[in-house]
T-cell receptor
Framework: AQKITQTQPGMFVQEKEAVTLDCTYD???????LFWYKQPSSGEMIFLIY??????QNATEGRYSLNFQKARKSANLVISASQLGDSAMYFC??????????FGTGTSLTVIP | SQTIHQWPATLVQPVGSPLSLECTVE??????LYWYRQAAGRGLQLLFY??????ISSEVPQNLSASRPQDRQFILSSKKLLLSDSGFYLC??????????????FGEGSRLTVL
């Protein structure tokens, strides 16, 4: 069975500091994709970053980076230099071989001025 | 460019009434289509996905159903709503043929309250 786990229901970070949001996954498929999405209070889902299981390097997109540790089956999101606009729900997601796209339960991030 | 629309944006329905949420995608062909539900303060639960017209895969057995009458149209329905059907429903699409790359693109969401 495919599973995504986010163990931090809520996180707080000081503005301009870095924060790591945890994500672990479980799949027996050798090929899979990992994603992070941001959901502000408006409800829209915003794609942040993607990591393929065969990618050798960790993905980066601006202030977002994905700390991919394949052996530990973790795909943590690192946000550097946090901004007030980063306050939102963050979801980790996985698509194994196939068409299903699975999401974790999310982490609520609050950036403190 | 590709766009996705879903409606209605907000819906308040009594228990036992029917439901129809519609989603359309523009600017792409043969997309994979998905319906998710998000309960208040919770994660996204995959309800249905479709890889082609008339092809529906159900992830969670419940009183909801989905249909794909056209390539870029995806409909979520219920004959009789339950209180537990309340939530935020999101439609999404993905480029078909990319096995596990390519992100999901989401619609604006439909907030359903069942009273």
């Amino acid at each position: 069975a495919q599973k995504i786990t986010q163990t931090q229901p809520g996180m707080f970070v000081q503005e301009k500091e870095a924060v790591t949001l945890d994500c672990t996954y479980d799949t027996s498929d050798p090929s899979y994709g990992l994603f992070w999405y941001k959901q502000p209070s408006s409800g829209e889902m915003i794609f942040l970053i993607y990591q393929g299981s065969y990618d050798q390097q960790n993905a980066t997109e601006g202030r977002y980076s994905l700390n991919f540790q394949k052996a530990r089956k973790s795909a943590n999101l690192v946000i550097s230099a946090s901004q007030l606009g980063d306050s939102a729900m963050y979801f980790c997601a996985m698509i194994p071989t196939g068409n299903q796209f699975y999401f974790g339960t999310g982490t609520s991030l609050t950036v403190i001025p | 460019s590709q766009t996705i629309h879903q409606w209605p944006a907000t819906l308040v329905q009594p228990v036992g009434s029917p439901l129809s949420l519609e989603c359309t995608v523009e600017g792409t062909s043969n997309p994979n289509l998905y319906w998710y539900r998000q309960a208040a303060g919770r994660g996204l639960q995959l309800l249905f996905y479709s890889v082609g017209i008339g092809q529906i895969s159900s992830e969670v057995p419940q009183n909801l159903s989905a249909s794909r009458p056209q390539d870029r149209q995806f409909i979520l329905s219920s004959k009789k709503l339950l209180l537990s059907d309340s939530g935020f429903y999101l439609c999404a699409w993905k480029v078909r043929g990319w096995p596990n790359t390519g992100e999901l693109f989401f619609g604006e969401g439909s907030r359903l309250t069942v009273l």
